[in-house]
């Protein structure tokens, strides 16, 4: 097993505990399964989930497309010891101590990274229709700074969407119907 922490800052010598919110300060690191969830600019909202033949789908917002494509990330990877699983779920793991990353990469093409992982990326107008259909059908998902997403719409209810008028990328796929791409992977 391997356990990594991904950042938005190069040159981290050392991770100390941190808390949100007045919670337990832990030290968080995320298995190399989970990965593909975390090759994003921090607050970029997404939803991803496995699809059936075990590939990660990963579903994000038009409008966060070209933050993706311009972002740069850092992968540390995080000694095993000292970490305990905390969700298996999410696959995450802390640590009470201060730990010293055993090395790091930096990441400068986001969606090649995805690929590297056979990660499965849509650009979607919303991100809602497929967060609800997710999150009721699904056993393992992830819905990540969902707070940052596009606010929901009376015309996100329906599955039913525009195309995307986004231009093709190498590994970036828009979704033209979400309802079938959603029930195709869903069920």
């Not at 917002?61 to 970490?83: A, L, N, T």
């Not at 779920?89 to 990353?101: L, W």
């Not at 009721?136 to 719409?153: V, W």
């Not at 015309?155 to 979400?178: E, V």
């Amino acid at each position: 097993m391997r356990l990594f922490h991904v950042s938005d800052f190069s040159g981290i010598t050392r991770f100390i505990p941190q808390s949100s919110q007045g919670e337990i300060p832990f030290v968080w690191a995320i298995d190399e399964d989970h990965l593909p969830n975390y090759l994003f600019p921090r607050q970029c909202p997404r939803v991803s989930y496995l699809s059936s033949n075990g590939h990660r789908i990963i579903y994000v917002e038009e409008s966060w497309i070209d933050r993706i494509r311009e972002s740069f990330i850092w992968i540390y990877q995080m000694p095993v010891e000292g970490f305990r699983l905390f969700d298996p779920t999410a696959g995450y793991f802390v640590s009470s101590n201060t730990i010293k990353p055993m090395s790091c990469r930096p990441i400068n093409d986001l969606v090649a990274a995805l690929l590297e992982y056979k990660a499965e990326l849509f650009v979607v107008p919303s991100l809602w229709p497929i967060f609800d259909q997710v999150t009721s059908t699904q056993s393992e998902f992830s819905c990540i700074r969902m707070r940052n997403a596009q606010p929901r719409r009376i015309a996100d209810n329906s599955l039913q969407t525009r195309a995307n008028k986004m231009p093709q990328a190498t590994g970036i796929r828009p979704c033209l119907d979400i309802e079938r791409s959603a029930k195709n992977e869903l069920h």
